[in-house]
C-alpha cells in the first residue's frame, strides 16, 4: 500500500493572497486540485490524507467531494508547523500502508511519471527526496551580511516534494524529531537525523512550490505549455 500526504494546512503568508495559496485557482482549478489530481493519477497510489487547517476542513472537503477521479481521500486537522501537520497525517495512516510520500500541495506541477519513479527509489533505498542542482551560487553569511563561505556549487542540490519513505522510517524519524524537539524544514532532515541516507532523485525545475505571487505567473505559463 502507498499513501500520499499532502500538507495544505499553511497560511501562505508570503503569498499575501486573501485566501490560504492552495486555493488559488491556475487555469480555473485551485492548486491543491492539480496536486491531488497528479497522484491519483499515478498508478501505484492507493490513498490520499490531507492536512487542512481546522477552519478549512469543511470546505476542502467540500471542494475535494465535488471532484472526479480522486483516489480515496481523508482530511486531518493540520498543527502550527508544516511538521506537526505531517504528523497528524501519520497517526491516521494504519501500519498496512508500506510506502509514504510526503508532497506539498503548494507543489501543483508534480507530474505522475515523477510519483512512479519516488515511488520505486522508496521501494529501493528506504528514504528519497526530487531535487534539482542549484543553479545561482549560494553564499553563507554573518549576521551582518558579509559573505563568510561560498559552498562548491556542483554538491548542493535544491530539494522539492514529494520525498518518499519507507513508513516504518518515517514513523521512526518523527517520533525522534518530537522527542528531540527537533523542527526541519523538510521531511528528509528528520530521516538523515537517523543516520538513514537519503537518496536524491533528479526532478525538474518547472515542479515549482508556489510561494510567492510571482510564483503564479510562472506556474500558470508552465501549466499552459504543457496543457495547450
Ligand atoms: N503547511 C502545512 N501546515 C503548516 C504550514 C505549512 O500543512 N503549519 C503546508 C502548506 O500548506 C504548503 C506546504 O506545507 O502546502 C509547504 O509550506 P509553505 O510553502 O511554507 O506554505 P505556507 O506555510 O502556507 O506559506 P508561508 O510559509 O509563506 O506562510
Ligand atoms: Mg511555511
Known amino acids: 500500500m502507498v499513501t500520499v500526504i499532502l500538507p495544505a494546512a499553511g497560511q501562505g503568508k508570503r503569498m499575501n493572497h486573501v485566501t490560504n495559496k492552495v486555493f488559488i485557482p ?13 497522484f491519483s493519477a499515478c498508478p501505484e497510489v492507493d490513498n490520499l490524507v ?6 478549512e476542513i469543511a470546505f476542502v472537503e467540500k471542494m475535494l467531494s465535488g471532484v472526479a477521479g480522486i ?20 497517526a491516521v495512516i494504519p501500519d498496512t500502508v508500506e ?12 507530474k505522475p511519471r515523477m ?13 528519497a527526496g526530487l531535487a534539482v542542482p542549484l543553479k545561482d551560487t549560494v553564499k553563507k553569511v554573518d549576521e551582518d551580511c558579509f559573505v563568510t563561505e561560498t559552498p562548491a556549487r556542483r554538491s548542493m542540490w535544491i530539494m522539492q516534494t514529494p520525498q518518499a519513505f519507507d513508513a516504518a522510517i518515517l514513523r521512526q524519524a518523527y517520533i525522534h524529531a ?37 510564483d503564479i505567473i510562472i506556474a500558470e505559463a508552465l501549466m499552459k505549455k504543457r496543457y495547450g
Do not use: C
Request: proline share 4%; glycine share 6%; hydrophobic share 50%.
Open 50 to 55: 490531507i492536512a487542512a487547517a481546522r477552519s
Open 99 to 110: 510506502v509514504i510520500l510526503v508532497h506539498d500541495a503548494a507543489r501543483p506541477l508534480i
Open 115 to 127: 510519483i512512479s519513479q519516488m515511488i520505486a527509489a522508496a521501494r529501493e533505498f528506504k528514504a
Open 178 to 214: 518530537a522527542q528531540d524537539g527537533f523542527l526541519g524544514t523538510d521531511d528528509a532532515s528528520l530521516v538523515e537525523r537517523l543516520g538513514i541516507r537519503v537518496k536524491l532523485v533528479e526532478g525538474s525545475y518547472s515542479n515549482v512550490k508556489i510561494t510567492t505571487p510571482e
Open 26 to 38: 491556475l487555469l480555473n482549478r485551485p492548486v491543491l486540485i492539480h496536486s491531488v489530481l497528479a
Open 71 to 90: 483516489k480515496p481521500w481523508k482530511v486531518v486537522a493540520g498543527g502550527s508547523e508544516r511538521q506537526y501537520s505531517i504528523a497528524n497525517a501519520l
